[in-house]
């Protein structure tokens, strides 16, 4: 499950795969701008069928922060 | 189309559509009460997929009364060919979109007229200021109501005040031919208010549209790019069995296809009926069916539930020959490109084989199941026109006339006959306000009979019209068979007493090879010879599409002269008999 929401990062932030990981975010990632990662949660919520609440959502600052919120969502993600 | 893409896509694809070379160009102006973004982005590409290049300005946010106002904005400097003003209901409501009840009925009523008043007086400045399409929405009526299930019963209440808005703003504009208005609340209708505005976005990131929503709202105000570069298609291709009805009519018989008040037959009659509809108001239609002819026809022109009949059709091609050559000769037939025409066919095979040998065409994956074939067509923003003309309502009429003609050339072998037999009338129309919207859509959709295929606006031909050193006019063409509309423009620049300058001269795919050519010609010499002209100047501009005019001007007497062609007063030249031409 990893592999597909990383495979989602990369796409929305056009990067390669290789280059996720979960301390990856807007301050190791040129492309994660505050606009890209406001479609990244909205992508996020699309692919994965949840809502986050305007508190997760602010607090999202790296991969393991949605990964973190997913997983309070029920989705598990195995690694 | 009614599936799109992700706005990520957008706009990541954004970068690789750089700096790459398209066949049609458009400047873009955003101007908005809220964050535009990505919305720049998705417009750029969706042009991109159209051969379009894209170049945007988006103003800042919330500054677009500082941009229209300041006659030396960037805006102004930008030079937009379309600007789409774009004000969301929490900012032209203000408080009111949240207390519409803190204020009276009367004081309600007044802040419609404020409120209609100052986007009047912007929108006059902008309209003054700069020759650019202006295209502003609407305002979308919330569902919530303060006052709940009674909000219908109040006079003037928040949803009548904001009904009443938008009645007033599209009445303001009913009849410029500059500015626009897009509905909106339409869109909010279609797509559902909770899916389009979500209230996490907009507390987190001022986002007043959904990024969902995004591509949507962007393929949405693609239509007025469409509509602008007078690009939208022309003809619809059909097939016929499981296409315009259930089965298959060889095997089938005819009273064993699916077609009637009963589903699944009812989805068929849907579906005709929309193709109906963008018949009346320009589209053509046409058959591309491998069929028995005898079989096909008895129920297009006998069955009691077909809604299409022979007469709403321009061409037919039922027979066994393939589809591509099908098409080709259709597209002759008719004298439209192939890029004008969208192909639906319910076989994913043959709308393979279309896409792969005739590219240019537009082939349209319809889906499996028959109830969705009519919003397909809904969903298609590819036939949008900014105006239409009683030429576009004519169309479809026009073409089933053209058939007959046709069918009485073939029995008449010999040409000069033929024509003498159309008793061809001209009439010879002046720019005026009634037809400088269709000499407008004459530059911007004639491909082939084009001599020098210059695109102008309506306000280009308005500014032409009103300046003495310019004829403009067009020409409207009769026969026995009916009445073709106005088919013919041209603008002369009067370069000096002595030379004018033929600028534009076109004639309409319609009415080509029947010498109308020749009597508008003959009519704007003989009006240079009353005005003691001694030369007139003309210009080929080749294009990959006007290969049928290029003869034209030799043929005519005028003579090579470096990249120009003259026609020499002291010339005679004779207006073909078969042709009768009258000035109005």
Redesign the interface.
């Known amino acids: 499950m990893s592999k597909r929401l990383y495979d989602l990062i990369a796409?929305?932030m056009?990067v390669p795969h290789s280059s996720i990981n979960d301390e990856s975010g807007p301050t190791s990632i040129e492309n994660w701008t505050?606009?890209?990662g406001?479609?990244?949660l909205?992508?996020l919520e699309?692919e994965f069928n949840v809502?986050?609440?305007?508190e997760e959502?602010?607090d999202v600052k790296k991969v393991a922060d949605i990964k973190r919120h997913l997983n309070n969502h029920g989705v598990t993600l195995n690694d | 189309m009614t599936d799109q893409k992700k706005l990520s896509h957008y706009l990541n694809r954004v970068a690789e559509i750089a700096g790459q070379a398209f066949e049609k160009k458009i400047r873009i102006a955003l101007l908005g009460s809220f964050t535009l973004n990505g919305l720049a982005e998705t417009l750029s590409v969706m042009c991109a997929e159209k051969n379009i290049q894209c170049t945007t300005y988006v103003a800042d946010y919330n500054q677009y009364n500082q941009e229209i106002l300041n006659t030396e904005s960037n805006l102004y400097k930008f030079f937009p060919d379309v600007s789409f003003l774009l004000i969301d209901s929490r900012t032209i409501l203000g408080d009111l979109f949240y207390y519409p009840y803190s204020i009276s009925k009367k004081e309600r009523k007044q802040f419609v007229d404020k409120k209609i008043d100052e986007i009047q007086k912007l929108i006059h400045i902008f309209d003054k200021k700069i020759n650019s399409k202006l295209v502003i929405n609407n305002f979308n009526i919330p569902t919530f109501s303060p006052y709940g299930i009674v909000e219908t019963k109040t006079d003037f209440g928040q949803h009548q005040m904001i009904t009443e808005l938008n009645r007033r703003l599209a009445n303001l504009f009913l009849n410029s031919n500059s500015i626009f208005i897009y509905d909106f609340n339409n869109f909010v209708s279609k797509y559902g208010e909770k899916n389009i505005f979500d209230d996490k976005q907009f507390l987190f990131g001022d986002m007043k549209i959904s990024l969902d929503y995004i591509p949507y709202f962007a393929n949405d105000l693609l239509s007025y790019i469409i509509g602008y570069l007078g690009i939208s298609k022309k003809c619809i291709v059909l097939d016929l069995d499981n296409t315009l009805w259930g089965g298959i009519v060889g095997e089938d018989g005819f009273s064993g296809i699916k077609l009637g008040p009963e589903p699944p037959g009812n989805a068929y009659v849907e579906f005709q009926r929309v193709l109906l509809s963008l018949y009346q108001k320009g589209i053509i239609l046409a058959i591309n069916s491998k069929n028995n002819y005898e079989d096909a026809i008895k129920v297009i022109k006998e069955h009691p539930y077909m809604i299409l009949r022979e007469d709403h059709l321009a061409s037919l091609r039922i027979n066994w020959t393939d589809k591509i050559s099908n098409m080709k000769e259709i597209a002759n037939e008719l004298n439209i490109g192939l890029d004008s025409i969208v192909f639906l066919d319910d076989d994913p095979v043959n709308r393979e084989y279309m896409k792969i040998n005739l590219p240019q065409v537009l082939t349209v994956d319809l889906p499996k199941d028959s109830s969705q074939y009519a919003e397909v067509i809904k969903s298609m923003n590819e036939f949008s026109v900014l105006n239409i003309t009683q030429e576009d309502r004519q169309r479809g009429k026009m073409y089933t006339e053209q058939r007959k003609r046709k069918e009485l050339e073939k029995s008449t072998p010999d040409l000069e006959r033929f024509l003498k037999q159309l008793d061809l009338k001209i009439s010879i129309k002046n720019a005026n306000e009634f037809t400088i919207p269709r000499i407008s859509q004459l530059t911007l959709k004639t491909n082939q009979f084009n001599l020098t295929t210059k695109r102008y606006q309506e306000t280009d031909i308005k500014k032409f019209s009103q300046d003495q050193n310019y004829v403009v006019g067009c020409a409207q063409v009769e026969d026995k068979f009916g009445d073709n509309g106005i088919t013919s423009a041209f603008i002369v620049r009067k370069e000096n007493p002595k030379e004018w300058f033929i600028d534009t001269f076109l004639l309409s795919c319609r009415i080509m090879g029947r010498e109308v050519e020749k009597g508008i010609l003959g009519y704007i010499l003989n009006k240079a010879k009353e005005n003691g002209v001694e030369r007139i100047k003309a210009q080929f501009i080749p294009s990959h599409k006007n290969k049928p005019i290029e003869d034209f001007l030799p043929k005519c007497g005028f003579q090579k002269e470096g990249d120009f062609w003259i026609y020499s007063m002291k010339s005679s030249f004779v207006i073909p008999e078969c042709l009768t031409v009258c000035v109005e």
């Open positions: 796409r929305v056009n505050s606009f890209k406001y479609v990244l909205s992508e699309m809502k986050f609440t305007l959502a602010m």
